[in-house]
């Protein structure tokens, strides 16, 4: 079965982000992929506190938080979407936190710098990136940001990016909905990464 999770970055109930979420997933179901959410909003954890216990570990053990029911779920998932409205010219603390979290997927040589890689890497994991935010224009509001953080950590694990959604001009709560070009290009995505993964 192809897993693909998704994961929410936006603190708001209902938001743009949420939909746009839904959107994405639906197409990967279209295209035969089992789905699940993660909204962080929903889950009490903290960024990391840069202990490193899990290189030698292999696993978080510095901080026993709601991360630990979200790293299985991340193992088993062969598609990720991330999704995050654009706070302040880049990702939300959510994000950005969840982000950091991901740092026991990592090995890296003792010499600091130096060589490191995903554990999770060359097996065919892909992903799709979603922002959106209120201003027009990318560098005005920090789009351009936004999409590079969550490219570089997706590519860095080792979910090759497929897709990516930057979603411009919007700002109030649900607004997105007027939009069904967008929402469809949101599903046309997820349709994307469902076909581009391997069933296993
Ligand atoms: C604290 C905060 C900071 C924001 N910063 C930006 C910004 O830098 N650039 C931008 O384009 N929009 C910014 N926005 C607008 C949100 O990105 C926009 O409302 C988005 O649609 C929210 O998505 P959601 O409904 O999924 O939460 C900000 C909103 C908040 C609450």
Redesign the pocket.
Known sequence: MKRVLGING???RG????ILLQSVLSGAAEAGAETEEVHLRDYRFRGCIGCERCRKDEQCTGLMDDMQLVYPRIRRACGLVLVS?????SVTALMKAFIDRLYPFYHFESQRPGPWHTRIGEQGRKSVIVA????HSPEE???HLTVEVMRRSMDALGFGVVGEIPVFG???????REYPEILEQARDAGRHLGLQLQDG
Not at 170 to 176: L, P, Q, Y
């Open positions: 936006s603190p708001r938001g743009n982000s949420d409205p654009v706070y302040s010219y959106v935010g209120e201003q509001g920090g789009m919007i700002f109030e709560r649900g607004k997105v």
